[in-house]
């Protein structure tokens, strides 16, 4: 079973190597889409379009570290709802806030050092959502999109930081 339907009853799970939904891979790309303009405008905009987009860039990451974070949270929650909190579920919650505390923290730094350690993070976040899917918390389909957004959006991070490390 994977959760319950909006009146409570138990969903099936989707058979193993079921795609994600076509809504969650839609939702999932468009949200790469102020990384992809952001690392541009950081390469090719004039200085004055330049600065915004680097803070632009910053705030983004780590809104969508903290994102990650709540919904390994959330995750994690509901699937420890039945009473059988079991360890496992404790460590994730745990490790749930980290990508939320070290997108704070790199936010704070100089841009081109911030976008590394947030890269550095997407990479590492990776480690949870395998954590998630050995433990059965999320779908089938979550990991394998799960690794497809991050490793693009840690790849867009490091070429939006070189050009702010090249370009200042």
């Known amino acids: 079973m994977t959760g319950f339907d909006h009146f409570g009853r138990p969903r099936p799970a989707p058979p193993p190597g079921a795609p ?23 390469w ?5 379009i330049r600065a915004f987009a680097v803070s632009a860039v ?9 994102f990650l974070g709540g919904l390994a949270w959330g ?9 059988r909190w079991k360890q496992v579920h404790a460590r ?12 704070w923290g790199a936010a704070l730094l100089p841009p081109a050092s911030g976008l590394l350690v947030m890269a550095l ?5 990776l480690a949870l959502d395998r954590r998630l899917a050995a ?33 200042s």
């Open 58 to 66: 910053v705030v983004y990451a780590a809104v969508i570290l903290s």
């Open 135 to 167: 433990a059965g918390i999320v779908p089938p389909w979550w990991l394998k999109l799960r690794i497809r957004l991050s490793l693009t959006v840690a790849a867009l991070l490091l070429v939006a930081a070189a050009g702010i490390a090249l370009k």
């Open 20 to 42: 994600a939904p076509a809504m969650a891979t839609w939702l999932g790309g468009t949200g790469l889409a102020p990384f992809v303009f952001g690392a541009a405008a950081i």
């Open 92 to 103: 994730l919650l745990a490790a749930s806030v980290v990508p939320a505390l070290v997108a």
């Open 121 to 125: 993070c997407f990479v590492a976040v």
């Open 44 to 48: 090719l905009a004039p200085e004055a």
């Open 75 to 83: 995750a994690t929650s509901a699937a420890a709802t039945d009473g």
